[in-house]
């Protein structure tokens, strides 16, 4: 099942590896591997590129980037070709990028030798970038009879779907509150109104997913392979102010 029914589809500029996630989720579709499985994969890939970026090795880095955007949308799409959907894997998917992000902004401060501070707050950046970009999409998969793995609003404990156990789906919601509480919260003291908006066109949706992680993480590939690595602190620090002109756009629609 896709995320949104085919009229309401957009360009998701953040979801460019989505044509290999499906041959690796359809090659898997008969296996006994599951989605769980490959969000580890992706974890290694993540870690690997860590790795590549402290040793100097850019090249392999933005690959092992762009391959672990790529298996972060595989294992969803695994989940749906298997019609084993689970609020576990949402959880992990998630925990293991936020931790993922900031080790890899650890590594672009050590390799470049930027502010610490600025660092940070780049990090954060990111975080409340894919927030906004989270935010809405859900916002309009569920105005539209999309996917509802997600909610927009994470407020209370799911029950276990079929298959998963609810004692990993609470530790998994606990961690994931802990780590992305304060970005929702931001998120919709901002544009708490989003929710009872009008659906979200698609030219917005199409600009916002410049926010997505998958984009990110290209940004920061392509910056490390043609040299620019001491601008991807400050491109993600400016490029933050585009949240307020999203939201203001919004607001006016």
């Not at 689970?86 to 998917?93: E, I, K």
């Not at 927030?131 to 009879?145: E, F, G």
């Not at 917005?204 to 997505?212: N, Q």
């Amino acid at each position: 099942m896709s995320k949104l029914p085919k009229e309401h589809k957009f360009l998701d500029l953040s979801d460019y590896g989505r044509p290999v996630a499906r041959l690796i989720a359809n090659s898997l579709k008969e296996t006994s591997y599951t989605p769980i499985d490959v969000t580890i994969w992706f974890i290694i890939s993540g870690l690997i590129a860590i790795a590549c970026i402290l040793s100097g090795y850019y090249w392999a880095a933005a690959f092992f980037l762009i391959f672990k955007s790529i298996l972060d949308a595989a294992d969803g799409e695994l989940a749906r070709v298997k019609e084993t959907p689970s609020y576990t894997g949402r959880y992990l998917d998630s925990v293991a990028d936020i931790i993922l992000n900031l080790f890899i902004f650890i590594a672009i401060w050590y390799s470049t030798e930027a502010n610490i501070l600025y660092t940070f707050l780049a990090f954060l950046g990111i975080q409340l970038q894919g927030t906004l970009y989270n935010y809405y999409y859900v916002i309009l998969r569920n105005k539209v009879n999309g996917d509802t793995t997600s909610r927009i609003f994470e407020n209370e404990t799911p029950v276990a779907l079929k298959g998963e156990n609810q004692k990993n789906v609470n530790i998994l919601f606990r961690i994931y509150k802990t780590l992305y509480g304060v970005f929702d919260k931001i998120i919709y003291k901002l544009d708490g109104n989003a929710p009872q908006g009008k659906i979200l066109p698609n030219l917005l949706m199409t600009a916002v997913s410049t926010f997505g992680l998958g984009f990110q993480l290209l940004i920061i590939s392509l910056m490390l392979v043609l040299g620019y690595k001491e601008f991807i602190v400050p491109f993600f620090l400016w490029y933050s102010l585009m949240i307020f002109v999203f939201i203001s756009i919004r607001k006016l629609l």
